[in-house]
């Protein structure tokens, strides 16, 4: 099979679409869940915690609710569910009836340098860096574009110590991140981390194992993949039957 070129690869990622999904929720509703409140001086939203998955979730560890989110940062469809969704999941993280994880489901090179930055900082700051760098997306699509393929194809040609690195710091990621907070020669550390990049190439086959994951956004929800859910407005209707 001829190899998508990587410009190809980009332009594909503007256009990709959610899948349909095989695995459906049940659709019979379950008792409403009741509220749960935080430590005294804290908020759920603000409790995040990295998981085993390699994601990170915000809020009540124990809550009866959990949805996770498997999201790319070159899909246009997660940029506009963060942009929909954030502040409404965050109120009802806040409740303590649902927990929120968001797992990196990397699909290209560039994905894989924006989830390397975004996970820079560590949980405190990964969803404020996350929910940015979806609305960046638009931005960094024109430096890549601007690129050309030769120049693509020769940062992709670099040592894996250096692609991602080269690649972030072409498309403006790497200065985007430092107007963020997070130090120059800490974002090209995190960049250079070919471990991490593996892991997260590892996450995305063993999510698609386990939850046969066939576009972004997929959301699981206790533990079950949601059928025919990319947005906020189709995804509420679910969390209600679940108890919210």
């Given amino acids: 099979m001829k190899a998508i070129t990587g410009l190809a690869l980009i332009a594909l990622s503007l256009t990709i679409s959610a899948c349909g999904k095989k695995d459906a929720a049940s659709n019979s509703s ?37 949805l996770v989110e498997y999201a790319s940062y070159t899909c246009s469809h997660c940029r506009d569910f963060s942009a929909e969704a954030s502040e409404e999941i965050r109120k009802i993280v806040d409740t303590g009836k649902m927990s929120y994880e968001l797992r990196n489901f990397v699909r290209d090179p560039i994905d894989i340098s924006t989830s390397l930055l975004a996970r820079c900082g560590g949980k405190d700051v990964f969803y404020p860096l996350s929910e940015q760098f979806f609305a960046n997306q638009n931005a960094m699509f024109e430096k890549a574009q601007a690129l050309g393929d030769a120049k693509y194809q020769q940062l992709m040609s670099s040592p894996p110590a250096q692609r991602f690195g080269n690649l972030a710091e072409a498309v403006g990621l790497v200065d985007f991140a430092k107007q963020r907070g997070i130090a120059e020669d800490k974002a090209k550390q ?27 956004p997929t959301f699981v929800l206790n533990d079950v993949k949601v059928d025919n859910v990319a947005n906020w407005a189709t995804l509420q209707p679910k969390l209600k039957e679940a108890g919210l």
């Fill in 190 to 216: 995190c960049l250079a981390d070919t471990a991490a990049a593996e892991k997260l190439a590892k996450g995305v086959e063993t999510a698609s194992n386990q939850y046969k994951i066939d576009g972004t």
């Fill in 30 to 66: 379950a008792e409403p869940v009741a509220a749960v409140a935080a430590p005294a001086g804290t908020n759920w939203s603000s409790t995040v915690t990295e998981t085993p998955e390699g994601g990170f979730v915000m809020g009540n560890p124990q809550a009866k609710v959990k």
